[in-house]
């Protein structure tokens, strides 16, 4: 969703681009229009850099890397969740430290009871920790990936206002001009 959000809010920034290059346009045919003057001076006024739109006004959005890491391991871990949970077997994660610490540990150590029904307990135990602890890390990657993102796009949202409120000021400024024509 915030991917999504993300990309609404570069078209939105893009089209309120296009805006002022228009407005910027109107204003020099408003001058134009007002006087000889004013069409000398834009006859031989250097022409503002036209940008050449997008393709069909749509770009790219491109998530950050964060965020983008974070869903794709999510995605992995979660299929490999689905893949072994009929059975319970222990997730592979090479990613995570906790659950090679905590197999490194209790296993090396030969920790575990010799009763065979505590030994499988505590296995089965261990597994589930190891499990909760590759869910807990996954749930932290995808928080830290969300407010990055957020993050972004709250930085983005200040520009678009900054954009959107110069723009509307010129709009009445250009209204004014054409209405004293």
Same mark, same amino acid.
Do not use: C
């Given at each position: 969703? +915030?991917?999504?959000? @993300?990309?609404?809010?570069?078209?939105?920034?893009?089209?309120?681009?296009?805006?002022?290059?228009?407005?910027?346009?109107?204003?020099?045919?408003?001058?134009?229009?007002?006087?000889?003057? @004013?069409?000398?001076?834009?006859?031989?006024?250097?022409?503002? &850099?036209? $940008?050449?739109? !997008?393709?069909? @006004?749509? $770009?790219?959005?491109?998530?950050?890397?964060? +965020?983008?890491?974070?869903?794709?391991?999510?995605?992995?871990? !979660?299929?490999?969740?689905?893949?072994?949970? &009929?059975?319970?077997?222990?997730?592979?994660?090479?990613?995570?430290?906790?659950?090679?610490?905590?197999? +490194?540990? $209790?296993?090396?150590?030969?920790?575990? &009871?010799?009763?065979?029904?505590?030994?499988?307990?505590?296995?089965?135990?261990?597994?589930?920790?190891? !499990?909760?602890? $590759?869910?807990?890390?996954?749930?932290?990657?995808?928080?830290?990936?969300?407010?990055? !993102?957020?993050?972004?796009?709250?930085?983005?949202?200040?520009?678009?206002?900054?954009?959107?409120?110069?723009?509307?000021?010129?709009?009445?400024?250009?209204?004014?001009?054409?209405?004293?024509?």
């Amino acid at each position: 969703e +915030l991917v999504r959000q @993300g990309e609404a809010l570069k078209r939105t920034e893009q089209m309120v681009d296009k805006m002022d290059q228009d407005l910027k346009t109107s204003q020099r045919h408003i001058n134009s229009i007002k006087s000889v003057w @004013g069409g000398l001076v834009n006859y031989f006024k250097a022409k503002p &850099p036209e $940008s050449k739109p !997008e393709q069909n @006004g749509t $770009s790219e959005y491109y998530a950050n890397s964060r +965020l983008k890491e974070a869903m794709m391991s999510s995605k992995e871990q !979660e299929s490999k969740y689905q893949e072994s949970h &009929p059975n319970l077997r222990k997730l592979d994660n090479s990613d995570n430290d906790f659950s090679k610490a905590g197999l +490194l540990s $209790s296993v090396q150590r030969g920790s575990y &009871p010799k009763n065979q029904h505590l030994r499988a307990y505590h296995q089965k135990i261990d597994n589930n920790l190891d !499990e909760m602890s $590759s869910g807990l890390s996954r749930l932290k990657n995808l928080a830290l990936g969300l407010q990055t !993102e957020i993050d972004e796009q709250d930085d983005m949202l200040d520009r678009l206002t900054k954009k959107v409120e110069t723009l509307d000021i010129n709009i009445k400024t250009t209204d004014k001009k054409v209405r004293q024509l």
